[in-house]
């Protein structure tokens, strides 16, 4: 069965500190993998996605993500975290052929 | 480009009566999802279109729900009768590619609904 889990539901940085968001996904096919960001009372955002191209991929606003196959992980990672990176972060699985599939989230505070 | 446009924004209703949700996608995409946020399960897809017919609606949680979209620019989700665990933000997106289930999707800022 496809699914994803986001290993943390609350990440906590100092502003200028480094972010990692863990994200695995059991898929029985080579998946797409997204990671979307959404601030508060607003739709999801798209951040960056892999598409079975470069294992590491980079996104909007200083994020990027590595497909590491042998890890089945695509965690989200930033050099320096900002006060505007506050919100909710969904790593999402997309099997050829099958649902997508959403994690649960993970909300980023930024302490400053 | 507008994006895609919800309406309306917030919903306030009694339990039983009849709502309904308006979805614009972008135009020229063909693929429209439907999603349903709670803090208990998450986000949720409820049902995905293509080329305006439903492809995937088995995370329709019940007969009381039901979508349309009659037409490449305009959705609907209907809840008759609603109740209060109903409640949720309830968001579209939409894709660019038909099958856009491995494609960017573009959300709306969502309706939230409340069911007294």
């Known amino acids: 069965a496809q699914s994803v889990t986001q290993l943390d539901s609350h990440v906590s940085v100092s502003e200028g500190t480094p972010v990692l968001l863990r994200c695995n996904y059991s898929?029985?096919?080579?998946?797409?993998l997204f990671w979307y960001v959404q601030h508060p009372n607003k739709g999801l955002q798209l951040l960056l996605k892999y598409t079975s191209a470069a294992t590491l991929v980079k996104g909007i606003n200083g994020f990027e993500a590595e497909f590491k196959k042998s890890e089945t992980s695509f965690h989200l990672t930033k050099p320096s975290a900002h006060m505007s990176d506050a919100a909710e972060y969904f790593c999402v699985v997309s099997p050829l052929g099958d649902k997508i599939i959403f994690g649960k989230g993970t909300r980023l505070h930024i302490l400053p | 480009d507008a994006g895609v446009i919800q309406s309306p924004r917030h919903e306030v209703t009694e339990m039983g009566q009849e709502v309904t949700l308006r979805c614009k996608p972008i135009s020229g995409h063909n693929s429209l999802f439907w999603y349903r946020q709670t803090m208990m399960r998450g986000l949720e897809l409820l049902i995905y279109f293509n080329n305006n017919v439903p492809i995937d609606d088995s995370g329709m949680p019940e007969d009381r729900f039901s979508a349309k979209m009659p037409n490449a620019s305009f959705s609907t989700l209907k809840i008759q009768p609603s109740e209060p665990r109903d409640s949720a933000v309830y968001f579209c997106a939409s894709s660019p590619l038909a099958g856009g289930r491995t494609d960017t999707q573009y959300f709306g800022p969502g309706t939230r609904l409340t069911v007294l």
């Open positions: 898929s029985s096919y080579s998946p797409s």
